[in-house]
Every structure is written in structure tokens, then in C-alpha cells.
């Protein structure tokens, strides 16, 4: 088992920066495959970036390619999401999300895991 607690979310202006973080507890973090997922008010939650056991690879849905940067310190047992050039579309509760051992990309991706944390929720006003 796994616990995760996010931070880092608050009001920004449109174009600003936030980096949200996720610490782990309860087991090795570094057995897990990691993500970040997202859901704004009245829509269904949708993958942001996810990120390998190593922190060798990393994966973007499009919608933040380029603006957001996933990475991870597993001395710290922490993921990080770098979110630059914030847009008001961006606006939700993000939430981290740990990947079971040989769980597939696509069922993590899809929201198939096993542990998640509560969420921060991120604004972002124009």
C-alpha cells in the first residue's frame, strides 16, 4: 500500500506558473510508476502525465505537452508537476495517482490503479 498527499495548488493568473508536489508514504516509492490526473467541475476526469519507476520516460497528454513538466525524487519519495503558461482551461482538482507493479500504460492511463491521493485544486483566472 501506498498513501499520497498532494500540495501546491492555489490561484494564479492566466500565464503563471505553479508546481504542484505528491508525497509518498506505506511503501517504496520507487516500485511504483507514478501520474497526475485532472478533473474539472462537471466533467470526467482525464489523464495529465504520467512518469516511470526510474524517471527515465515520461508521457504528456496533449493538451499539456510543452507547458507541463512531470518529474520524480525517489530519495524524497515525491513526484512533481511543473505546470508554466497556465491557461483558465486548466482549471481543476489534480490528482496523483499511484501505478501498481506491471500494470499496463494504457490501464494506468486510463484510471486504472490501485491508490490515488485526495487532490489540490489549481485555478486559474484570466
Known amino acids: 500500500q501506498v498513501q499520497l498527499v498532494e500540495s501546491g495548488g492555489g490561484l494564479v493568473q492566466a500565464g503563471g506558473s505553479l508546481r504542484l508536489s505528491c508525497a509518498a508514504s506505506?511503501?517504496?516509492?520507487?516500485?511504483?510508476?507514478m501520474g497526475w490526473f485532472r478533473q474539472a467541475p462537471g466533467k470526467e476526469r482525464e489523464f495529465v502525465a504520467d512518469?516511470?519507476?526510474?524517471?527515465?520516460?515520461?508521457y504528456y497528454a496533449d493538451s499539456v505537452k510543452g507547458r507541463f513538466t512531470i518529474s520524480r525524487d525517489n530519495a524524497k519519495n515525491t513526484v512533481y508537476l511543473q505546470m508554466n503558461s497556465l491557461k483558465p482551461e486548466d482549471t481543476a482538482v489534480y490528482y496523483c495517482?499511484?501505478?501498481?507493479?506491471?500494470?499496463?500504460?494504457?490501464?494506468?492511463?486510463?484510471?486504472?490503479?490501485?491508490?490515488w491521493g485526495k487532490g489540490t485544486q489549481v485555478t486559474v483566472s484570466s
Open positions: 506505506g511503501s517504496t516509492f520507487s516500485y511504483y510508476a
Open positions: 495517482a499511484a501505478y501498481p507493479p506491471h500494470t499496463s500504460w494504457y490501464q494506468g492511463r486510463a484510471g486504472g490503479v490501485n491508490y
Open positions: 512518469i516511470t519507476r526510474s524517471g527515465d520516460g515520461t
